[in-house]
């Protein structure tokens, strides 16, 4: 979490949500179901003012910066952001990788079209 406030210091958090990170097939192979109670890592996603970052396991893996918060649309089908760059050209964002439920994604979707 360090590099993540390094990156964000100076930035208005807009979202931020966070869950517990997945439990690998492998993990839970060795520790059974103490990994369960073992897990004590977190994903995140975090909207600021400038940027889009995605902590998976607390390691960031992405790390976007955008052109304009009112501009980002969120796909609730495929969960996907889409958004204009800070060069304005269009990007998209998966975020299957935080295995979103239902409340999670309304969340989303209410922050960015408020």
């Not at 439990?23 to 103490?34: D, E, M, R």
């Not at 990994?35 to 889009?52: E, G, P, V, W």
């Not at 893996?61 to 304009?68: L, M, Q």
């Not at 998966?94 to 439920?101: A, D, Y």
């Amino acid at each position: 979490m360090n590099a993540f406030y390094k990156i964000i210091k100076e930035e208005t958090i807009l979202l931020k949500l966070k869950k517990k990170s997945d439990i690998g097939f492998w993990q839970y192979q060795i520790l059974g179901l103490l990994s369960f109670f073992a897990n004590n890592q977190f994903d995140y996603l975090f909207i600021t003012n400038k940027r889009i970052l995605v902590l998976i396991k607390d390691t960031v893996v992405t790390n976007n910066e955008y052109h304009n918060f009112k501009e980002l649309k969120f796909n609730s089908m495929n969960n996907t952001l889409s958004f204009n760059d800070s060069n304005n050209q269009q990007q998209q964002l998966s975020l299957n990788k935080l295995r979103l439920t239902y409340e999670e994604i309304q969340l989303i979707k209410k922050k960015l079209h408020a």
